[in-house]
């Protein structure tokens, strides 16, 4: 069985792409010109949105090496006692809307440091699992489209990333 898995994994992408020829070729596509102006497409967009991400990363850079992160972290402290959130989480919870990769390193740091399996451990993965990086998202989909102002986009967002963050920790309180 999991020789044939094995080799279905291995055959799915060249598969993908064999069926799209076929389809292309049927439908009468020019299908090597269709993919160069996509690549071209995705490069301009590349290209437009490099500023913002370079912008993005250098700010969660500083964030974190110029220890501005921790006062935030101690800023929100009094909140997340009120509300029973594990302060151990909050730098997961600042970090998380603004950069995946960021939260991913922050991940595997507390992974190591609390336990995966720990209630700390598990909380992080299902928030990890359960919120989106909101402004890194915006930016991409927005920047790529030209559009400037995202009206509400951003505090329902924040708002889905607040229970998104809510809800691991009760859930994961509730299955400990």
């Known amino acids: 069985m999991t ?5 279905l994994s291995k055959a799915a992408i060249p598969g993908l792409i064999i069926i799209i020829l076929i389809f292309g070729i049927i439908k009468k596509v020019p299908v090597f010109d269709t993919f160069l102006e996509g690549a071209r497409e995705g490069l301009e967009t590349t290209i437009r949105i490099f500023p913002v991400l370079v912008g993005i990363m250098l700010g969660i850079e ?4 110029s220890g501005a992160l921790d ?3 101690l800023l ?7 509300i029973k959130i594990p302060e151990e989480i909050l730098p997961m919870a600042i970090i998380r809307p603004i950069s995946g990769s960021a939260s991913l390193g922050l ?3 507390q992974l190591k440091e609390y336990g995966p399996d720990s209630l700390i451990g598990r909380t992080l993965s299902v928030l990890m699992g359960s919120t989106e990086t909101i402004f890194y ?7 790529a489209i030209g ?5 509400y986009t951003l505090w329902v967002a924040l708002i ?3 229970a998104g963050l809510i809800s691991a920790v009760v859930v994961c309180r509730i299955l400990q």
């Open 3 to 7: 020789i044939i898995m094995s080799w």
């Open 62 to 65: 500083i964030l974190s090496k």
């Open 71 to 73: 006062m935030i972290v």
């Open 76 to 82: 929100f402290r009094p909140l997340a006692n009120f």
């Open 107 to 109: 991940l595997s740091k």
């Open 137 to 143: 998202t915006i930016t991409v989909y927005y920047g």
């Open 147 to 151: 559009v400037k102002k995202t009206r």
């Open 160 to 162: 889905a990333g607040l």
